[in-house]
Structures are given as C-alpha cells and as structure tokens.
C-alpha cells in the first residue's frame, strides 16, 4: 500500500448513481464521520462530500474478518477527528452489489480514497492499524488541501441544473442509455457544454460496463490472452479506466493502434479519443498518452 498520490482527475462520474434532488436537501441535515452508503445517498456522501475532504470508501462484507477489521479501524479512526478532515463510508458489498461493480471493485475488502468524485488511491485486502492510519493521514494531507472545504452549515451552495438531475435520477434508476440520450440532448442545445459532454461520455462507459461485465468476468485477463481481440481489448481498456487506472487503459489501446490497420485502427484511435475525453485536458496521463498515440498514427 502506497500514500496516495497527486490528485488527478478520473472519469465515471459516480454522481450519477443516486437520486441528486432527494439528496441535496437531505445534506442540510450535516455531516457525518461514518456513513453507510445506499442508493439513496451514494451521490450526497461519496461524490458531492469528496468535492470537500477525501471520502474513503471501504466495499467489504461480513463474511470477512479482514473486511470487519478494517471497518472497524477507519470507523475509528474517522469518528476520533476533532474536525471532520475526511469522511468515512462502508458499502456493504453484498446488499449493494450495483454500486461496488458500479466502482469496479475486484476483490473484497476494497478501499477507494475518492476526491472531487473520482478514485485517486486504492488497496486490496487487510491492513495494521498504525499503516491504515499512516495512508489515511497522508491522503488528508496531500489531497484535502486541493478541496473546497467543508461550508458552516453543511448545505450545497448552488442548486443542480435540473437537466442533470434528470439525466442522473435515469442512472440511479438503471437506466444509463436513457441518461446518454439526456445529455446528448444538453451537448445539442448546447455545443460547447463540456460538463454534458464528459457526463454523456461518463454514462456511455456505463451502459458498455453493464453489457460487458458478467458476474465473475474477469476482462482484463481474457484481454489479455487474447491480444489481437478488438473487442475484447476494448472491454479490458474500460474496465481499467474504471478501476481507477486509465493509464493502463491508454497503454492497451496505443498498442493495438500499432498492430491494426484500416476501419480497425480508426475504431481504436476514436475509442481511445473518447477515454481521453473522460478526463481533463490537462490530465498529464491523457496528455502523455496523447503523444504516444500521435507517434503510434503518424
């Protein structure tokens, strides 16, 4: 396990998991330490709080001591605070089963360090005490100073565009196909709305997640025993961008660009494209494997 590193931007915005209206209001109630996350408050406490202090997120079950241990570890670790510097939410991966494939988690206990609605830290696994609360001390150092802060009261400065609290009620109903046609609809009004156009992109990744990803599938090793498989490539490199490693995804792709040729290799220049376009532009790992993406075209 490793401190986490600079924040940087990822995609799939997880805003789009639970009902935004509903939540907002409920977020005047404060702030908790500890939360249980549902459907219902998914959006509020993992992506809206982590625009102000990391969330650490721990997808685990009862079934596993380590997962009970580390439950019990950060649950202490976040209700000790003197003043709330992150928030700590357990999702219980077997009554949530939508919202842990949703955060592409692989193995239990997972933890995710979330800020600004995205990944930026990951472990597997059990972990001591005195380690756990050394990551944790320095994800609130280097990551909580690049936040917002928490406001007095506790409550949202601005309400949602209502557009998209519309598109991400579809999301938390299961839908996300409906969701990319409502944000399409808001790049169509309006062109040069770039949040619609990540948020589209975000939810397209979704609806290939659900109609790729079988219980138990793993994607990236069937990609890769089988290299030349477009579409398999195509579902590693999306699994990855949503387990938090888009590097990954970008090297797997640039290396099919090298070895396609004709509709083949445009198909993979425009997915890659499209990854690219989940992320800031200034993202260094996008605008590195934009470069080597020229190189591998030209």
């Known amino acids: 396990m490793t401190a986490p590193d600079r924040f940087t931007s990822r995609a799939v915005d997880l805003g789009q998991l639970a009902d935004a209206a509903r939540d907002r209001q409920a977020d005047k109630a404060g ?14 406490e993992m992506v809206r709080r982590s625009t102000q202090v990391p969330v650490v997120v721990l997808v685990g079950t009862a079934r596993s001591p380590e997962s009970e241990q580390l439950r019990a570890d950060l649950r202490a670790l976040a209700e000790g605070q003197e003043q709330t510097a992150f928030v700590f939410g357990y999702l219980d991966a077997d009554a949530q089963a939508r919202l842990a494939q949703a955060l592409g988690v692989q193995g239990l206990p997972t933890v995710l360090a979330l800020a600004a609605g995205r990944p930026v830290a990951s472990f597997q696994g059990g972990q001591p005490a005195e380690q756990l609360r050394g990551w944790v001390g320095a994800l609130v150092e280097q990551v ?8 007095a009261d506790g409550g949202e400065e601005e309400a949602d565009d209502p557009r998209f609290t519309a598109a991400e009620e579809l999301i938390a109903a299961g839908d996300p196909a409906a969701a990319v046609e409502a944000y399409q609809a808001i790049v169509d009004a309006e062109p040069g709305n770039t949040r619609a156009r990540q948020a589209r992109d975000n939810a397209k990744l979704l609806v290939r997640l659900a109609e790729h990803t079988e219980p138990g599938a793993d994607p990236v090793s069937d990609a890769d025993a089988d290299p030349r498989d477009v579409g398999k490539q195509f579902a590693a490199a999306d699994a990855e961008v949503a387990a938090g490693a888009p590097e990954r995804a970008f090297e797997r792709l640039i290396a099919l660009l090298t070895t396609s040729a004709g509709d083949e290799r445009d198909r993979v220049r425009d997915r890659l494209v499209e990854l690219f376009a989940l992320f800031d532009a200034g993202d260094e790992r996008v605008i590195a494997a934009r470069t080597k993406m020229a190189s591998a075209l030209f």
Not at 31 to 44: G, I
Not at 144 to 151: D, F, I, K, N, T
Request: aromatic share 4%; hydrophobic share 35%; net charge negative.
């Open 144 to 151: 909580g100073p690049q936040l917002e802060g928490l406001p």
């Open 31 to 44: 702030v908790a330490a500890y939360v249980e996350l549902t459907p219902d408050n998914a959006e509020r």
